[in-house]
């Protein structure tokens, strides 16, 4: 486009607070810059910063341009880029693939790699571009540690698209490309500000790119046909307006009249059709092929826009000089033989049951060419492959070592407790669970937690509180922005034989206000929990909430804070010898839940508020040095009663033989047992009575 402005794009930008963006799908949006407005709004002097800034770059450019050859060679421009992944647990958790893809597409188009560019109208052919920037996923963080260059943050603000969700998340900007990937951005398909306008102290914490999910790379949720928007949007990163000029209104007739700075693009009201013979404002026609345009037809840059990216990049206006230097190439992990850094793998279940089989996948920073696995108990107990599949058979805790080379190096890495496998069959009934004795963390033999997040918002066992003891689970809520759900998986048990089962555990929960609705969900497995079926929940505004609402941490203080959960609807076909359960809680940034008693029983069950006629109970308890079983029988018997430990072993026969009518009160062994969960069991008549007793 010839020049008629008379005034720098992003002085008009600033003037009325536009981001430069491509709509989905065929128009702009004028948001993404509510963030700068904090800082605008009544600082005249801060628009004028603006407005120095983008006529300052306006000159580099010139200087820049004049002299210089855009199709000869010059610097070799590399630009490191993080993907920032803003998720709430849904499609938008787009994979790494589809960011690697997303690389790929801006790589050809920047090189003219692109297969389709050489089929531009005849009268462009002579100015396509290879602009010559390189794209490459950073290797190292900003605190020097190795990175796909690839985050991934949980937060519902993925639904938002603004500076809130910037403010999760942004590394330096004069040393990376910040991508933030989301569900929604701000009505747009992507967005993000030209250099001047985000020059200033206020561009720290906005500079980058945000962009839909599905409009990121040509695979996965997107396609190819919305693939060009990042290459669209790093245009305007690197100083391009719209081919029409630096509004986000194509079709306009005064458009003719308004400048995108660049020489070699024609005059154009601007396009959201592909009209390949459009000439809105008269001879020559348009370039509506251009990368620049809103067509969905693109194909291009121009020499003059190379020309001017080229220019933007040689400017210290935001920090673009900074970003290709050998240094910071260097800093960033991005030099043309990234080094080998660290080795790393995944497995795709952690916690299985004897004879499934376990994939594993390498993660290794950088390019590794060959691999040895070694998998002590496993079958194989070695391998060379890159992603091997291993089985082991019996229950326990297994290691699993991996060394990656490159034919120059070799970095290792070893995981303790890579693997648990499962008892298969499980602990027999009745079985409960105090979380007592386990010490400062959960057993992980027997209990698994699943973060999403990676982040202090999770389960975890508590020495603050307890039903009537000292331990539970704490899924830690306050302070959390809600949106993740976190789960706690339990052991394998054994529910073979039983005609029906009841869980019961204790729970307590508090909201911090009204609008919270966090949400608790009970699972069930009958394959070790390959599926899982829901059987129960519960819900923040109903029948979670044991407490009134308070904002501060909740801590269950006494018992009558505590209610009773109860699931009865275990359907008959779960009743298996490897049968799991799971607590998956859904934060809605309500308060702390605790869960702590859980109890598993038969017909009969554990009730320590027996309905048989013996009042079977167990004081004190908790019991440390002596305990006693009291019990009243309405008539004399013949009676047994065993102590039994979490497994369902004879620990003590404490009494066998007939017992008068009347109340009892008969000593416990406990001195000498371990700190734990234990049974008391009393068989009479053809009954079975339960009651639980913890050893501190």
């Not at 605190?143 to 910037?166: A, E, F």
């Not at 700190?675 to 050893?695: H, K, P, S």
């Amino acid at each position: 486009m010839t020049t008629r402005s008379i005034l720098p794009a992003s002085f008009v930008l600033a003037m009325a607070f536009p981001a430069t963006a491509q709509q989905a799908p065929f128009t702009c949006s004028t948001h993404g810059l509510q963030h700068l407005s904090r800082f605008l709004d009544g600082h005249p002097e801060r628009v004028q910063r603006i407005h120095d800034d983008e006529a300052q770059l306006e000159q580099e450019t010139a200087a820049f341009a004049n002299g210089f050859d855009p199709r000869g060679g010059g610097n070799t421009y590399v630009i490191p880029v993080v993907f920032h992944i803003i998720h709430n647990g849904g499609v938008e958790n787009i994979s790494d693939d589809q960011c690697r893809d997303a690389i790929r597409v801006l790589n050809d188009d920047y090189n003219k790699l692109n297969t389709d560019w050489d089929n531009v109208q005849p009268e462009f052919l002579d100015r396509v571009a290879d602009v010559g920037i390189t794209f490459r996923l950073a290797g190292l963080d900003p605190d020097g540690n190795c990175t796909t260059g690839i985050t991934r943050t949980q937060s519902p603000l993925t639904n938002d698209g603004g500076q809130d969700m910037k403010d999760l998340i942004i590394w330096p900007r004069d040393r990376y490309l910040n991508v933030w990937v989301c569900a929604y951005a701000q009505g747009a398909a992507g967005y993000t500000q030209t250099p001047g306008m985000v020059a200033g102290f206020w561009g720290e914490d906005s500079d980058g790119i945000v962009l839909l999910h599905n409009y990121t790379g040509a695979i996965g949720t997107s396609e190819p046909f919305r693939s060009r928007t990042l290459t669209h949007e790093v245009g305007h990163w690197i100083n391009l307006s719209h081919c029409w000029g630096p509004t986000n209104e194509p079709g306009l007739d005064e458009n003719c009249d308004v400048d995108d700075n660049v020489s070699d693009t024609p005059n154009t009201e601007g396009w959201t059709s592909c009209n390949l013979n459009g000439a809105t404002c008269g001879s020559p026609k348009d370039n509506v092929e251009n990368y620049m345009e809103y067509s969905y037809c693109s194909k291009m840059f121009t020499n003059g826009q190379k020309t001017r990216m080229l220019a933007a990049l040689n400017s210290n206006t935001a920090s673009r000089n900074n970003l290709w230097t050998a240094n910071n190439l260097a800093l960033t992990g991005t030099t043309e033989d990234q080094p080998l850094c660290a080795a790393a793998f995944l497995v795709d279940q952690q916690v299985v049951c004897g004879g499934s089989p376990v994939q594993f996948t390498d993660q290794s920073y950088h390019n590794p060419t060959n691999w040895n696995w070694s998998f002590p108990g496993g079958s194989p107990a070695t391998s060379t492959e890159e992603n091997p599949v291993v089985t082991y058979d019996a229950p326990g805790s297994y290691t699993v070592e991996l060394t990656v080379g490159n034919g120059n190096s070799s970095v290792s890495t070893t995981q303790q407790a890579a693997v648990v496998v499962l008892s298969e069959p499980g602990a027999p009934l009745p079985w409960s669970e105090s979380f007592e004795g386990m010490g400062s963390t959960l057993d992980p033999s027997q209990w698994m937690v699943e973060n999403p997040g990676n982040d202090q918002y999770t389960f975890g066992l508590s020495e603050a509180a307890g039903y009537n003891s000292s331990h539970s689970v704490r899924m830690r809520n306050h302070g959390s922005t809600g949106g993740a759900t976190d789960e706690l998986l339990g052991p394998t048990l054994d529910l073979s034989g039983q005609d029906a089962v009841t869980l019961t555990f204790r729970y307590a929960f508090a909201r911090r206000n009204g609008d919270n609705d966090d949400r608790l969900r009970f699972y069930v497995s009958n394959n070790c929990g390959d599926s899982w079926q829901l059987r129960k929940q519960f819900y923040g505004n109903s029948n979670l909430a044991t407490v009134p609402d308070q904002n501060g941490v909740f801590t269950p203080g006494n018992a009558d804070q505590w209610q009773l959960g109860s699931i009865t609807n275990i359907l008959p076909n779960y009743l298996v010898n490897n049968f799991r359960f799971k607590f998956a809680f859904e934060s809605d940034a309500g308060n702390d839940l605790w869960i702590d008693d859980i109890n598993i029983m038969g017909p009969v069950g554990i009730n320590e508020a027996s309905t048989m006629g013996s009042g079977l109970t167990v004081v004190p308890n908790p019991a440390s040095d002596v305990a006693f079983v009291e019990l009243d029988l309405p008539r004399a018997t013949e009676a047994r009663i065993d102590l039994l430990d979490m497994t369902g072993r004879t620990v003590s026969t404490v009494r066998s033989g007939a017992i008068g009518a009347g109340g009892h009160r008969i000593e416990l062994p406990v001195r000498n047992l371990q700190v734990g969960c234990y049974f008391v069991r009393l068989q009479r008549d053809g009954r079975t009575e339960v009651a639980r007793l913890i050893v501190r």
